[in-house]
Each structure stands twice: as structure tokens, then as C-alpha cells.
């Protein structure tokens, strides 16, 4: 990777945090997902009519992740409603690393030097340090096996994008084409809400559709960048969103308990040095 791709990495992954920290501060969570999707299919009809038409082969990986994607916003509200989101969310974001990690090996032929290796498992070790109380009995099981399932969804669209970007023939389109067909789980998020989607208060409509468009350009650059770098690696990098979202709620949000976010997140830089240090 250069130090241009871990850049525009580094910076998706503050825009991550910050549309995570906007979904965070909503009452209505279902309604703002619902409005995030709104937002990527407006993303996405702008890069799909600057780009042109993705190649044949690249249609099933969209179709694929597509659905993948819907799985992941259902275990992601999960996780929402029954669980702390400083807590389960980590969970769901260390675990992606490493199975993305070894899907890149399996399907890709990716194969990462053992000292990359070593860092993706430090990072992803101290990812879930973030999680706080989880082992400790504070968190219901159901709410981890929630953040697990969607660090499950996560992975599996994350390696999915990955190689569908690189038959797509312009990378843009394939993100543009995605953005599109994702604009199907707002139609169903506002069809299971009924009347009420008609009466959203402005607070919600200003903070689903600004994260929607922030969340938009956060992935779509992570999409870019698996075009061109090891799928391991990128994912790896993204997930420091984690350790700036936990750094968010310490210093804007006062979330406690401080210590263990601060060291936690020294951890997972660690890992991303040896990480970089093992592909140098």
C-alpha cells in the first residue's frame, strides 16, 4: 500500500466514526437507517451516471453484496437495540480484519507475510479490548451474538466488494451500482414503519441523510482502494474507525471507562506499525 491509499483509508475511516457517532446521538435508529440508505442511493446515482456500465462479470458480486448488506443493517439494529453500541460495536468491527484476512487468502490469493499477520491479530485483539465489560458478564449474550453476526455481515460483504470491484471495469460504477440497489432496504425499512416514516421530526431527517452521504463517501473510497491494495490490509486500516469513535465518545460523549478505551486503542495502532512493517 502506499501512503496515499493508507491515507484516503485513514480518512474513511474518520468519516465511519463520525457517521457512527451521528447514528449514535438518534432516537429513531430504524428511521435513520432507513434515511442512510436515502443518502448512498443519491451517492450512488451521481457516480453511476459519470461512470459507465459495470462489466457482466461484476452484476452477481452486486446482487451479492446487496443482499449481504441488508443482512448487515438487521444485525446491526440488533445490535443497537439490545446492546451498548461503545460495547457490541466493537465487536462486530474486530472481528472483520481477521476474516477478511483469510478470505483474501482463500479466494483471492492474498497471502500476507506472517509479521502482517501479526499485526491484523494485535489490531483486531485490541478491537475488541474496546468492547469493555463484554467477558466479564455485563453484555447479554444475545447482544454479542448480535455483534457478531454483523461483524459476520461485514466481513462477507467487505471480501465480496473486493473482488467484485476488480471485474467491474471503473471502480465508481460498481460503487455507484451498489448505492443504487441498497436504496431497496429504504423501501422496506419505510414500508415496516408506515405512517410513521411521514412523520419524522427534522432532527432525524438532517441526521440520516448527512450520514447517509458521509457514509456514503467513507465506503465508497474503501471500495476504491480494495480496487488497487490487499483486501486484508485495507480492512484492517478501516477498522481503526473503532479506536476514533471510542475516542469520540471519551472526549465529546464522556463515555466511561476512559483507561481501557485509551490503551485499547494503543493496541490496535500497534498493530496497524506491524502491520505496515510487515509488508515494507
Known sequence: ???????????????HATWNALVKTASDRLAVLGLLNVGHVAFGVVLAINSP??????????AASTLIHFGYYYMLYQSYRLGDLSQVYPIA????????ALGAQIFAGETLPPMAWAGVLTASAGIFLLSGNVFSGKVSGVAVAAAMGTGLMIASYSLVDGLGVRLVGSATA???????????????????????????SRKTWILGLTGGLVSALAYGLVIYVKSIAPLGM????RETSVVIAALIGVVLLGERPWRLRIAASVVVAVGVVIMGLGVT
Open 1 to 15: 500500500m502506499t501512503y496515499s491509499t493508507v491515507l484516503i483509508v485513514l480518512f474513511a475511516a474518520l468519516l
Open 53 to 62: 456500465m459495470p462489466d457482466i462479470d461484476s452484476w452477481g458480486y452486486i
Open 93 to 100: 468491527r474486530g472481528m472483520s480484519p481477521v476474516l477478511v
Open 174 to 200: 460498481y460503487i455507484g451500482w451498489l448505492f443504487i440497489f441498497e436504496g431497496l432496504a429504504a423501501v422496506y425499512i419505510f414500508g415496516r414503519m408506515g405512517k410513521r416514516s411521514l412523520k419524522l
Open 234 to 237: 485495507v480492512s484492517t486500516l
